[in-house]
């Protein structure tokens, strides 16, 4: 069976490995299954089985950009979850900004998300120059690229902790997108250590389908994994009710987003990863074996 998808054909995912498919195939979008017995809201409740309310959670609605959402969904799937239980609508997608830079002087680079990589500079390629990333999948991607990629932290506030430790030398450029919720530039300015910004990608709203918006207009609660502020900030103000769904949060700084928007269900997954994300919802849902 597969997986439901938004019918969008105007979007295009833009270029790079991210976005090599576009979101232009027309499939019905998921409607959710009406609950065997009533849902009872139970705030703080982390991986209950879905037995506990009496039957399975509903569907999961993923809002990422087309090609993560696919790969989470692969992985979803992995682990029990139907296809038919997952929804992708995509709530932005990413595409190159045109910049120029001068890398001469750079002695390293900063990647606190893997679609800065999507857009490195071809100078930058096979440099083996220090990069410091977030996340131990982006640290892999990045050494993919040529780079000397280190993983030193699975947030960027942490990373900008461990980084003075490990390079007292600079310039250092953090390749990023133009929404992101942490300035380097301005974090190290008072620092030894200096930090440039270069805008490699935008994150680029766009508007959720007429049938997402019904579903998520009834009572049955749906899941939604939220993996960036940014996603959480466009949701929050869209006219909708978030009081019946659940809000699956990546960081304790996405989840206070979702408080914000009004998530009646928040979880945070215990560490800044696609696994801990994948093991926070399967719980919740009807997995079944085989």
Partial sequence: MAIRQGNRQSRAEGAGAQNAHSHDTSFDLLIARPLLRKFVLRPNIVAVPAQSYGG????????????????????????????DQITIDPIMKIAPVETACDISACTGLII??????????VALR????????????????????????????DTARDLCEALPTVCQEGPLLHLRGTHTTLNMAEHFRSTPLPVDNV???????????????ESLRRSSP???????????????????????????????AIAALCKEAGFGQITTAAQPNRQAMVAVITPLMDVKSG
């Fill in 199 to 213: 805008v490699v990608y935008e994150q680029i709203a766009l508007p959720l389908q007429a049938e997402t918006h």
């Fill in 56 to 83: 399975r959670l509903p569907n999961i609605l993923l809002t990422r950009p087309h090609a993560q959402a696919r790969h989470f969904a692969d992985a979803l799937i992995a682990q029990g979850v139907q296809p």
């Fill in 112 to 121: 606190t998300s893997a679609n800065a990589l999507s857009y490195l500079p």
């Fill in 126 to 153: 096979g440099s083996r120059l220090p990069c410091y990333c977030v996340g131990d999948s982006t640290s892999q991607a990045a050494r993919a690229l040529g780079l000397n990629a280190y993983h030193l932290a």
């Fill in 222 to 252: 749906v899941i939604l994994p939220i993996f960036s502020a940014r996603s959480a900030k466009l949701l929050g103000k869209l006219a909708l009710d978030w009081r019946p769904h659940w809000a699956v949060a990546l960081s304790p």
